[in-house]
């Protein structure tokens, strides 16, 4: 089995526990405004490294001094495209006992996808909103699977963190941060919800793949704001 992948981050700190290994993987079936990888989209599109999953571990393996307090999270993209590689790649470092990390947006809720729970010790879960009037035009999708995939997280017990994308004109509103704070506040396996401030680094990717960009005009979120959404959310559910 060969899986794409869109690029390697040997010493990652920002997604999960401790130094990490992170594996992004390419494809996705979402279209987020605020997406800062439109490159990882096509599944199709050349990848900078295809491997087996016993590759890619061998990989690992080469900075296993350096991620024994982390682990390994594979990302995206969206790593559910290629669930049955994620699968067997997890295996692999569960035998060896390496910890390790799912950052998904569970827009695929299929058997295969859930498969890979069996060997995740934590689930990055991106909520971009929790308003179903914006979901489908803000990511080209329902939220329905992203619902179900945290009820099922919660259901098996499976430890969560929270990714939530704070975007100014969208996601920046008081009304909107409190109605996805107490709709997260029904789930006890989240452990954590981390705010990230919306950024336009990713804008040049648009103009070289000859795609428009969808924020056009909308600027960076600021310190401040984003410290004043930590506040809002904190009000309803202190994990930030």
């Known amino acids: 089995m060969i899986g794409k992948i869109h690029s390697l981050e040997s010493f990652g700190t920002v997604d999960g526990p401790g130094i990490r290994f992170v594996v992004f993987m390419q494809g996705c079936p979402m279209r987020c405004m605020f997406c800062h990888n439109p490159d990882t989209w096509d599944v199709n599109a050349p990848a900078q490294y295809n491997m087996t999953p016993e590759e890619l571990f061998a990989e690992v393996m080469k900075y296993k001094n350096f991620i024994k307090s982390g682990g390994v999270t594979v990302s995206g993209g969206e790593p559910l495209v290629q669930a049955e590689f994620v699968e067997d790649f ?134 401040d704001e984003l410290q004043h959404a930590k506040d809002v959310i904190n009000t309803v559910l202190p994990l930030t």
């Open 90 to 223: 997890f295996k692999i470092c569960k035998q060896n006992n390496i910890h390790t990390a799912l950052d998904t947006s569970g827009v695929i809720f299929t058997e295969k996808a859930l498969n890979i729970l069996n060997y995740t010790d934590l689930v990055l879960l991106d909520i971009k909103t929790a308003d179903d009037d914006i979901h489908k035009s803000y990511t080209g999708c329902t939220r329905d699977n992203n619902q179900r995939f945290l009820e099922h997280l919660q259901s098996i017990g499976k430890k969560v963190w929270i990714r939530h994308v704070v975007v100014p004109g969208y996601t920046f509103d008081d009304n909107r941060l409190k109605a996805l704070a107490e709709y997260l506040s029904q789930y006890s396996v989240i452990e954590k919800v981390d705010l990230l401030p919306y950024h336009t680094m990713g804008k040049f990717k648009y103009q070289n793949l000859g795609i428009d960009y969808p924020l056009e005009g909308v600027k960076d979120l600021t310190k």
